[in-house]
């Protein structure tokens, strides 16, 4: 028997007047999902416990059987967890984004936040502009001072590890759930340690804004990365054993680094496929066989595609609807076909791991749909897969057991 999760990270979402009132889900067209929904288990589930921040860190440690409300810390040292990063006592780890200030001749606090992700930046140009930064001088005496460090990501996703770090009563905001908003109000505060942030965060705007690097980035059109953002702040965690819970192996196969960080932590293998981006165009197809080779000598493999989520950050409602479909055809259906051609016996897994709003461009913690396909059985439940059918069906208080649930236990 072989177990497969599906999670389209972001893609649930409440319905929104530009598509006659559907929700994304109810509007694309996702006719194997549809088509699986219809023979399998169709249900909602709390992925995000009452008093936690809704975000795919709390929501995918759910998922994978881990209560955030014990074993969460924050988002950041998960992530670096991937990198192969162990934190020791004592020291943090925060989420570093190269991010887009608007322009202009006015207070840095005045100004507001465009983009969480500086339009999208390539990788080898993050990398570049985040190496200056780190390599200026006056910012390098700083961040020394402050005992931080930089891990560096190829994408918009870079890492601030910090000695002796006091995150006593700290408030750091992610930034995607803000876009257009005045940072003043947004900035790290609460403590000293926060103040220390904050001033290397107004620093890095003075000398990034407009660094040669982000002039040809504007000279072409693009976004300038010209700011950082901290937030994501945890200290070291542990997790528990993902084969210790289920007795089931295998791997992770995403471009992100928090899905890598926690099946990392789980005892999962972390599985990079060439071309994956995290972007709506990525190399997915590379993605399902990867999965599929895991597979040959494991019991599970999880696919997880981050488009939807960014596309709704973006405010890309017709990008969100392409991943959607995307998902479906390039993802769901591409396993469904090579299992069966396989002749294995299946149960997959498919969910949003919480909702990202159209409406807001930010996450949202009510409960989504999921959906439980049995190769082995036609449920003949007629439904098709969208947040309205999934209230039709079963509900997971506890998103912590969904996992199990996959497995029948």
Partial sequence: ?????????????????????????????????????????LGTVKTVPDGLVAGSDTAILSIFGCDPRWCYTGRAPLEVSAEGVKLSPGDAAYRCNMVTYEDGDIPFEEKRILSHNAGSIEGGES?????????????????????????????????????????????????????????????????????????????????????????????????????????????????????????????????????????????????????????????LEGKVDAAMEELKDHDFAAVHYEAPDECTHNGDLPGKLKAIEYLDRRVVKNLRDQLDAAGYEYRMLILSDHKTLTSTRGHDGTPVPFLIYDSRKDLNTGMKYSEECGLKGPYIEEGVTLMARLFEM
């Fill in 127 to 283: 990398i570049a502009i985040i190496t200056a930064l780190f390599e200026d001088p006056v910012f390098k005496a700083a961040a020394d001072k402050a005992g931080i460090s930089v891990l560096k990501s190829p994408s918009f996703r870079h890492f601030a590890m910090q000695k002796n770090a006091d995150l006593t009563n700290i408030k750091l905001i992610p930034p995607h759930d803000h876009l257009g908003e005045k940072i003043g109000p947004l900035l790290p505060s609460g403590c000293d340690n926060a103040k220390i942030l904050k001033e290397l965060m107004i620093l890095a705007h003075t000398i990034l804004d407009h660094h040669p690097l982000n002039e040809a980035r504007r000279a072409a059109g693009k976004m300038p990365a010209n700011g950082i953002w901290f937030w994501a702040e945890g200290t070291a965690v542990a997790l528990p054993n993902f084969y210790e819970n289920y007795k089931k192996t295998g791997g992770v196969v995403s471009a992100v680094p928090l899905c890598h960080g926690i099946g990392n932590l789980v005892g999962l293998d972390m599985i990079s496929v060439e071309g994956a981006t995290g972007e709506l165009e990525t190399n």
């Fill in 1 to 41: 028997m072989k177990y497969v999760l599906v999670i389209g990270d972001g893609m649930a979402d409440n319905p929104v007047p530009e598509l006659g009132n559907k929700t994304p889900l109810e509007y694309a067209d996702i006719p194997t999902m549809d088509e699986l929904a219809s023979k399998g288990e």
